[in-house]
Nanobody
Framework: QVHLVESGGGLVQAGGSLRLSCAASGRTISTYHMGWFRQAPGKERAFVAVIRWSGGITYYADSVKGRFTISRDNAKNTVYLQMNSLRPEDTAVYYC?????????????????WGQGIQVTVSS
């Protein structure tokens, strides 16, 4: 079992930056693909970014490409999401997730462990 805890969220003005962290405990995530998803008010949870277990492959949602960067530090059992040029439409609860098996996926059904989520609010 992997326990994931997100941190680094909060309120920021449009154009600003935040860095989310996802700290894992219970076991190492060094062999897991790790992803970030978000759920805006009144909407379904949506894919944001994913990184392969080795860190060599990353994918992003079109809406965040060029602004967000996912990274990982397996020695610290932590995954990050650097968010730059934030927009009001980035306002959401952000979730970290771990995928134990298979190819790198963007589908939440493929992720086995989830954090509790953290609020990010971008004011205009």
């Amino acid at each position: 079992q992997v326990h994931l805890v997100e941190s680094g969220g909060g309120l920021v003005q449009a154009g600003g930056s935040l860095r989310l962290s996802c700290a894992a405990s219970g076991r190492t995530i060094s062999t897991y693909h790790m992803g970030w998803f978000r759920q805006a008010p009144g909407k379904e949870r949506a894919f944001v970014a994913v990184i392969r277990w080795s860190g060599g492959i990353t994918y992003y949602a079109d809406s965040v490409k060029g602004r967000f960067t996912i990274s990982r530090d397996n020695a610290k059992n932590t995954v990050y999401l650097q968010m730059n040029s934030l927009r009001p439409e980035d306002t959401a609860v952000y979730y970290c997730a771990a995928d134990r098996f298979g190819a790198v996926s963007r589908f939440e059904a493929d992720f086995d462990f989830w954090g509790q989520g953290i609020q990010v609010t971008v004011s205009s």
